[in-house]
């Protein structure tokens, strides 16, 4: 059974940082393609970033691009987004996902 189980969410100030974790199982983690998806408050999910299974390649959405990064400890089964310069419109539940599957996501809202 797939497990993805994602951390590290909160209440941050705009120009703030977090760091998300998503602890994966259930599957051969480091062959796999990995992604950091977002839902805000009344809108669809938007795909953040993504991350080969090597970890060598990487792609950003334009909204989040120069200001997050996605990394993997394929030793570890985790995933990572670190989140900076935090802006109000980045307030949303966010997951992992994988072939169309996600965890229950971590919620992170960006206000002063």
């Known amino acids: 059974e797939v497990q993805l189980v994602e951390s590290g969410g909160g209440l941050v100030q705009p120009g703030g940082s977090l760091r998300l974790s998503c602890a994966a199982a259930?599957?051969?983690?480091?062959?796999?393609?990995m992604n950091w998806v977002r839902q805000a408050p009344g809108k669809g999910l938007e795909w953040v970033a993504l991350?080969?299974?090597?970890?060598?390649?990487?792609l950003y959405a334009d909204s989040v691009k120069g200001r997050f990064t996605i990394s993997r400890d394929n030793a570890k089964d985790t995933l990572y987004l670190q989140m900076n310069s935090l802006k109000p419109e980045d307030t949303a539940v966010y997951y992992c996902?994988?072939?169309?599957?996600r965890g229950q996501g971590t919620q992170v809202t960006v206000s002063s």
């Open positions: 996902a994988k072939d169309g599957q």
């Open positions: 259930g599957f051969t983690f480091s062959r796999v393609v």
């Open positions: 991350i080969y299974s090597d970890g060598r390649s990487t």
